[in-house]
């Protein structure tokens, strides 16, 4: 300790609100360095946008990287959330929750899923779903060693498991070793799945169950191929293998429909949701079928999992989704986004070789052969006043509150245009 921090201390002081975090009793010299942070301190925000203790602001295209759905202090969250906590805000799951019951009731009626569990994070989501592939594949499909296939360049979070399940080396090279019991394949390539399967067989280690994300988010907003997804579906028909899909990013009105997969046209057996759940609120969620609802008491459990706080939040962001046109504005604003960096790749077609996306999950693709990445965007676009964050080394994000505005909208297509004329000048 450098000098006594009380709670009451205001942090960033007053006094030094430049350079704060890098001083000898500022945010580094506290927190781990797990994460590469901008040089920008966040302090308040209002809708879709947000500002530093100077009190400048910023457009969020981030929004908490796909959480904050309804954005920054939405009115109705906070009512919501501020009426929760003077009730009751957690127990256990000891009790009977009603909101965890009238949440998982709104999940099942607006899914294809018959059950739910409830954690707090996208990685917990699918480190249940892969407890509950085990159990499924040991207990109904008899088999001992059950494998999983997953995707090349997927992502499916930090948990010693979820980066085992995730097909990106980078992320697993100092943590060996990894679960047992994985196997990659390039996405939207079915042979590649068959023959992985078949190799599984050879080895007697059976593919018991398939794990994808419907569209690829952090691995660079890949939307997913409807004639590969539905030969994947028929093969986990056909072989008893269960289909788990990722939509911790994608799900919950992200894409413009409710649920990634309906875009693809199928169902999976089990799906995951977190992320824009709570609308920045942590909750989790696990769901699948009844056909594999194997998971009985003392097989998986939560402390926080699914409270009345987290559980509040989500039938606020819920409620917003259903109303009257939302799914259809936020399809129409992601159908305007990519329009307008469409418009911008076209007149920089050496730095954006392509713009694609679903909804409001957007990614714009940078030259592969040029020095360009997707942080020197990022970076001069905070400059500039606007949020974006990296989906891999060459692509940009964007993922905006769903409430953003067409106004909103056609301000950000502007500011991406400034950022690249002025790295187009520096890049020529
Ligand atoms: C963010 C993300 C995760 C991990 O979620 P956490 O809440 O960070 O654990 C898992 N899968 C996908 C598709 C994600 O985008």
Known sequence: MTEQILVSQSFPPSENRTDWAATP??????????????????????????RDPQGRSYLDFVAGIATCALGHAHPALVAALTQQIQK??????????????????????????????????????????????RKYARTVLGIDEPAMITAQSSFHGRTLATITATGQPKYQKDFHPLVPGFTYVPFNDIAAIEAAIADLDAEKRTCAAILLEPLQGEGGVRPGEREYFHAVRRICDEKGILLILDEVQAGMGRTGKLWGYEHLGIEPDVFTSAKGLGGGIP?????????????????????????????????CVAQVLETDGFLEGVSARGE?????????????????????????????????????????????????????VPAGPKVVRFVPPLIVSEAEV???????????????????
């Open 25 to 50: 009793s500022g945010f580094d010299a506290y927190v781990m360095k797990t994460y590469g942070r901008f040089d920008l301190t966040l302090e308040r925000g209002q809708g879709c946008v947000v």
């Open 88 to 133: 009751l805000h957690h127990v256990s799951n000891l009790y009977y929750i009603p909101e965890q019951g009238q949440l998982a009731a709104w999940l099942v009626q607006n899914s294809c899923a018959d059950r739910v569990f409830f954690c707090n994070s996208g990685a917990e989501a699918n480190e249940a779903a892969i407890k509950l592939a």
């Open 283 to 315: 909750i989790g969620a696990m769901l699948c079928k009844e056909s594999c609802n194997v998971l009985q008491p003392g097989d998986h459990a939560s402390t926080f999992g699914g409270n009345p706080f987290a559980c509040a939040a989500a039938l």
């Open 336 to 388: 305007q986004l990519r329009a307008g960096l469409q418009a911008i790749a076209n007149r920089y077609p050496h730095l954006v070789t392509q713009v694609r996306g679903w909804g409001l999950i957007d990614g714009m693709e940078l030259a592969a052969d040029i020095d360009l990445k997707a942080l020197d965007v990022v970076k001069a676009a905070i400059e500039a006043g606007l949020l974006l």
């Open 410 to 428: 056609d301000r950000a297509i502007g500011m991406v245009e400034k950022v690249l004329a002025k790295l187009a000048g520096s890049d020529r």
